[in-house]
């Protein structure tokens, strides 16, 4: 098989970058063997504002501007629902917070996300008693949808390989990449978490951060926004809504815990006072970075090799900004931003 680009992994970034060399009519051929998880159980949510400190997310309309109809041209091809337009409220502590509130929706990256009107909480299962601020242009990424439709549409086409892939296998010219029977111009490793163990970009200052993720059934609850006060409260169908997330930096595993649990739940019941049963608790590792920003760019010896990774807690929205970038970088000779480029850390 000869092909343009080898993508490792499948997750938000190997589909973003994925999705460029179709519009531009290049050959790939995808590894992944599943080990990931950070994409599968993310919640999938595009917001542009810092709730915390009602601030503008990095860059975030050029990004929107970028993934949406990304994600748009995926869900018409796959025939599948994936984009859900869902408006966020941001729950008040205090007339404080809705002053700051007001002040923030003044600045002119925030003026056109941020709603001027305080909503009244009518809800008796939810307590906020100072109402919200609502968020707009915001919604929901079905990911994991997203991902099954996506595997199951390369494996149709021959050309996911579902196996690990074995960096001492790979043999590296100036002129190409062989690897077992395939032979590629260029490799991009978009492995997530997983790029700790590839040995072309593991001095890379990844931090990776395991998440946990609660799905609960709440039949009295009935909002149809997500909540953000503490956490996320995000609703799904049938009375479900999943409730995140937890921030851990040591224990590493995918493995459930008891104590992210009790976090999460602890930080629930002071936001709602309504019955409700816990379906699902779910973990993954996300891809952090110490600046928050990703990690894209080439191999300091071998020029055809690149990296798409560091996506964080906001992949849906920062992935096919920076797998643009990075296609605009190997093929057009684009410089990256340099705010992304791994030359940024002198390794």
């Given at each position: 098989m000869e092909v343009d680009y080898i993508i490792v992994g499948i997750g938000i970034a190997g589909i973003s970058f994925c999705?460029?060399?179709?519009?531009?009519?290049?050959?790939?051929?995808v590894f992944d063997d599943c080990s990931q998880?950070?994409?599968?159980?993310?919640?999938?949510?595009?917001?542009?504002?810092?709730?915390k400190r009602f601030t503008s997310v990095w860059k975030?309309?050029?990004?929107?501007?970028?993934?949406?109809?990304?994600?748009?041209?995926?869900?018409?091809?796959?025939?599948?629902?994936?984009?859900?337009?869902?408006?966020?409220?941001?729950?008040?502590?205090?007339?404080?917070?809705?002053?700051?509130?007001?002040?923030?929706?003044?600045?002119?990256?925030?003026?056109?996300?941020?709603?001027?009107?305080?909503?009244?909480?009518?809800?008796?299962?939810?307590?906020?008693?100072?109402?919200?601020?609502?968020?707009?242009?915001?919604g929901r990424i079905d990911v994991n949808t997203m991902i099954k439709g996506?595997?199951?549409?390369?494996t149709e086409g021959n050309i996911l390989i579902e196996s690990t892939f074995n960096c001492e296998s790979l043999h590296i010219t100036d002129e190409a990449l062989g690897y077992k029977d395939i032979t590629a111009k260029y490799i991009v490793f978009a492995e997530g978490s997983g790029i700790r163990l590839n040995p072309f970009f593991n001095t890379l200052p990844l931090n990776p951060a395991k998440g946990e993720l609660l799905?609960?059934?709440?039949?009295?609850?009935?909002?149809?926004?997500?909540l953000k006060a503490g956490v996320f409260l995000i609703p799904l169908s049938d009375d479900l809504y999943i409730v995140g997330a937890t921030y851990?930096?040591?224990?590493?595993?995918?493995?459930?815990?008891?104590?992210?649990?009790?976090?999460?739940?602890?930080?629930?019941?002071?936001l709602i006072n309504c019955p409700y049963k816990v379906v699902q608790q779910v973990a993954g590792i996300r891809p952090t970075v110490k600046d928050r920003r990703p990690l894209v760019g080439s191999h300091t010896i071998h020029h055809n090799m690149y990296i798409l990774n560091g996506l964080g807690t906001r992949g849906v929205m920062i992935g096919p900004y920076v797998a643009k970038q990075l296609y605009g970088f190997i093929e057009e000779n684009k410089p990256l931003d340099n705010e992304i480029d791994i030359k940024r850390f002198n390794l």
């Open positions: 999705e460029q060399l179709r519009a531009n009519g290049k050959s790939f051929v998880q950070s994409s599968s159980v993310a919640g999938g949510l595009y917001n542009p504002v810092v709730l975030s309309t050029e990004q929107l501007d970028i993934a949406l109809p990304l994600y748009a041209g995926i869900e018409k091809r796959l025939n599948l629902k994936l984009d859900y337009k869902i408006p966020v409220f941001r729950k008040f502590a205090s007339l404080e917070e809705q002053n700051d509130w007001f002040s923030a929706s003044d600045k002119p990256l925030l003026t056109r996300y941020l709603s001027t009107n305080i909503i009244k909480n009518i809800n008796k299962a939810i307590d906020a008693p100072f109402g919200f601020g609502e968020v707009l242009e915001t996506y595997k199951a549409e390369l799905t609960i059934h709440a039949p009295n609850l009935n909002i149809d926004f997500v851990e930096w040591k224990d590493l595993t995918y493995k459930t815990t008891i104590k992210a649990k009790e976090a999460l739940l602890e930080k629930l019941d002071k």
